[in-house]
C-alpha cells in the first residue's frame, strides 16, 4: 500500500490507470485492486471515469485525496526496513 | 436405480441454475471477446454488489491489454481480487454464507463418517456416482448461495425461510409417514409448497423486485436442502438406519450388502442425497414462482 500512496503522492495532481500504476508500483491487478479498494473506502483515493472512444468500456482513473496527500506523505517520510518495502524487481536483479 | 436416475436429472436441474444464476450475475458487464476477457466477465460476477463499478474499472481495464499473457495475468489477478474483496456494507452475507458453508460442511462429514461406520456401502450399486453427484450438487448449491449473497440482500430471507422449508418437510414426513391411514393428515401436504410460496413472496415484499424474491428462493433452497439431509442422515446413522420398513426387509436379501444395518443405512442415505435434491429443486422453483407472482400482484419489477 506504501509503494502505490508513493507512487501516487510523486504526481498529485495527475489522474492514472489502475494497469499503469500496477506497472509501476510491480503489482499485479489481484494486489493493487483490493489496495485501490480499501483506499477509497477510507477516503484516501477518488476515483474518476474517462470516456472510451465508442464501443470501448469507460476507464477508471485515480488520484490521492488531500486525506490521502496527508497520509502518503507521513507514510513515506518514515524511514522503511521491512523486506517487502524493496521493490521486487532489485529482488530479482540482485 | 430409479433414485440415481431422480439424482441425476434433479442434479442437472441444479446444475442448469447455477449456470443461468452465474449468467444473469455477470451479464451486461462487458462483453467478452476472448478467453480472458469471458474469465473476468465471470470474475467480476464474484464482487459483491456495491462493488460492482470495481467490477467495470478492470473491465475497462483490460481492454486497454493487447499482450494476451498479460491479459491473463490480469484477469486471473482480478478473479483472485473479486474472491478477496468483501462487501462494503457490513451486513448478515456473511453469515449467511459461513452457516450454508458449514451445514455443507456437516453433509460431507456424515456422509464420510457413514463410509466408515459402515465401509460396505461403497460396494453397492450406483454408490460412487451417487457420491460425485451429490458432492457436485453441495458444491453448487455452497457456490449459488455465496454467489447471490455478495450481489444481493436476500440472505437474511433465505436463510429464515430455507430452516422454516426443511421444518416444514420434516413436520409432513413425520406426520405422514406416522399416520399412514389418516386421510385427515394428508391435507398437511398442502404445507409443502405453501412454505416455498411464502418464502418467494416474502422475499419480493422485503426486497421490493421479483428477483429480489427469487434470490431469497435460491437461498432457502439450499438452506432447506442442507438442513433436510442432515436431518435425515443424522437420523440414519443414530439409529443405524432403523426400524427397517417392510419395503428394506423386502429388498435386503438381495441387496448383496452383509447385514441389514448397512444395507438400511446406505438406503436411508440414498434416500437423504435425493431428498437434499428434491427439496431444493422444488423449493427454488415454487419460490421462484411466489416471488413472480407477488411482483406482479405489488406492480413491483420483475426483474433487477
Given at each position: 500500500m506504501v509503494r502505490v500512496l508513493a507512487a501516487l503522492v510523486a504526481e498529485p495532481s495527475r489522474w492514472r490507470y489502475g494497469y499503469d500504476l500496477g506497472a509501476e508500483v510491480d503489482l499485479k491487478s489481484g494486489?493493487?485492486?483490493?489496495?485501490?479498494?480499501?483506499?477509497?473506502?477510507?477516503?484516501?483515493?477518488?476515483?474518476?471515469?474517462?470516456s472510451g472512444p465508442p464501443g470501448k468500456p469507460p476507464r477508471h482513473l485515480y488520484?490521492?485525496?488531500?486525506?490521502?496527500?496527508?497520509?502518503?506523505?507521513?507514510?513515506?517520510?518514515?524511514?522503511?526496513?521491512?523486506?517487502?518495502?524493496?521493490?521486487?524487481?532489485?529482488?530479482r536483479e540482485a | 436405480m430409479g433414485t440415481l436416475v431422480a439424482v441425476l436429472i434433479l442434479g442437472s436441474l441444479a446444475i442448469g441454475s447455477l449456470v443461468g444464476v452465474r449468467r444473469r450475475v455477470a451479464r451486461g458487464s462487458t462483453n467478452p471477446v476472448d478467453a480472458p476477457a469471458r474469465l473476468l466477465a465471470w470474475a467480476i460476477g464474484f464482487l459483491a454488489a456495491d462493488r460492482a463499478e470495481w467490477g467495470q474499472a478492470m473491465a475497462g481495464e483490460l481492454e486497454h491489454i493487447e499482450k494476451r499473457s498479460k491479459r491473463w495475468h490480469f484477469s486471473l489477478g482480478c478473479l483472485s481480487a473479486a474472491l478477496l474483496v468483501p462487501p462494503r456494507r457490513a451486513d448478515s452475507g456473511r453469515l449467511v454464507v459461513g452457516l450454508?458453508?458449514?451445514?455443507?460442511?456437516?453433509?460431507?462429514?456424515?456422509?464420510?463418517?457413514?463410509?466408515?461406520r459402515y465401509p460396505a456401502v461403497?460396494?453397492?450399486?450406483?454408490?460412487?456416482?451417487?457420491?460425485?453427484?451429490?458432492?457436485?450438487?453441495?458444491?453448487?448449491l455452497t457456490l449459488t448461495t455465496a454467489i447471490i449473497v455478495r450481489?444481493?440482500?436476500?440472505?437474511?430471507?433465505g436463510l429464515a425461510g430455507g430452516v422454516a422449508v426443511a421444518a416444514v418437510w420434516i413436520v409432513v414426513g413425520v406426520t405422514v409417514v406416522s399416520h399412514p391411514a389418516a386421510p385427515a393428515f394428508s391435507w398437511l401436504l398442502l404445507a409443502l409448497p405453501l412454505a416455498p410460496l411464502t418464502v418467494g413472496a416474502a422475499g419480493t415484499w422485503r426486497g421490493m423486485t421479483g428477483t429480489a424474491g427469487r434470490h431469497a428462493s435460491l437461498v432457502s433452497a439450499a438452506v432447506a436442502g442442507m438442513v433436510l439431509f442432515l436431518v435425515l442422515a443424522t437420523d440414519a446413522l443414530v439409529t443405524a438406519g432403523g426400524p427397517y420398513d417392510?419395503?428394506?426387509l423386502h429388498?435386503?436379501?438381495?441387496?448383496?450388502?452383509p447385514d441389514m444395518a448397512t444395507y438400511a443405512v446406505s438406503d436411508n442415505l440414498g434416500t437423504a442425497m435425493a431428498l437434499l435434491l428434491l427439496a431444493s429443486t422444488t423449493t427454488a422453483v415454487i419460490g421462484a414462482v411466489g416471488a413472480t407472482i407477488t411482483a406482479r400482484m405489488r406492480h413491483a419489477p420483475t426483474s433487477a
Open positions: 494486489s493493487l485492486y483490493p489496495i485501490l479498494i480499501r483506499l477509497t473506502d477510507r477516503g484516501l483515493l477518488e476515483a474518476t471515469w474517462e488520484r490521492l485525496t488531500p486525506a490521502g496527500l496527508e497520509t502518503a506523505a507521513i507514510l513515506t517520510a518514515e524511514p522503511v526496513s521491512r523486506p517487502s518495502a524493496v521493490p521486487r524487481r532489485q529482488l | 450454508v458453508a458449514a451445514a455443507a460442511a456437516g453433509c460431507v462429514g456424515l456422509t464420510l463418517y457413514g463410509l466408515m461403497l460396494t453397492g450399486h450406483g454408490t460412487w456416482p451417487a457420491l460425485a453427484t451429490f458432492g457436485a450438487v453441495l458444491a453448487g450481489r444481493s440482500a436476500a440472505g437474511a430471507v417392510a419395503g428394506q429388498d435386503f436379501p438381495h441387496s448383496g450388502l
